[in-house]
């Protein structure tokens, strides 16, 4: 009969029983070679799903936002009976005119324009009308505390007027002596999502 000290099996037991609880449970196959790598492993992968959720979550707030301004657009169209509408959302910056505007950054993913420095002007292209506008309504979707400036021609560009959000602007006629090529121009200082131009 071997005869094993206490003291020996103590530390053969304390052994096993760490090499059983680091190595993967029996059957269990993988790239991993221990049940640390298999935890760490799946750490980075729920991390990644957490971020991707966090990322469809913020675009959908966005989406709701753009949604909501579209919709006050053709509310504010409707009520003072205003016969043409555009709306940009950023999707694209296909109504930007990138040979007078600078200064910005456009994000395709999310949908916004952000300034890059101190300066940005945003123009947009020229929308014929097809007729001579005399109002026009302005709504925009902005994200900061900076306070951005707004200005609008019907003369493509020849004469600019200052516009404000949310309120019925009129043409004047001592300023421009009309046109049917309207253009936008913002000196933007927060992020824009969006914006609407209504008129008639």
């Not at 991993?32 to 750490?43: A, F, G, H, V, Y």
């Not at 420095?117 to 979707?141: H, M, Q, W, Y």
């Amino acid at each position: 009969m071997d005869i094993i000290s206490y003291s020996a099996s103590s530390k053969v037991s304390s052994l096993e029983e760490k090499i059983r609880n680091k190595i993967l449970g029996k059957g269990v196959e993988g790239k991993n070679l221990n049940i640390d790598e298999r935890i760490t492993s799946i750490e980075k992968v729920v991390e990644g799903l957490n971020s991707k959720a966090n990322q469809l979550i913020l675009n959908d707030s966005i989406n709701i936002m753009k949604a909501h301004a579209k919709l006050n657009t053709i509310a504010k169209t409707k009520r003072y009976r205003m016969q043409n509408m555009i709306f940009d959302d950023f999707i694209d910056a296909s109504g930007v005119d990138k040979t007078k505007s600078d200064g910005y950054f456009h994000s395709i993913t999310m949908g916004y324009i952000r300034p890059t420095g101190p300066v940005c002007t945003l123009e947009t292209i020229t929308e014929e009308t097809d007729r001579n506008p005399s109002k026009a309504i302005l709504t925009v979707e902005e994200s900061g505390t900076g306070q951005s400036s707004y200005l609008i021609s019907r003369d493509n560009g020849g004469t600019w007027e200052t516009i404000f959000p949310d309120k019925l602007f009129y043409f004047d006629d001592k300023i421009s002596l009309g046109g049917n090529m309207i253009r936008i121009k913002i000196i933007l200082k927060s992020t824009l999502l969006s914006y609407g131009l209504t008129w008639s």
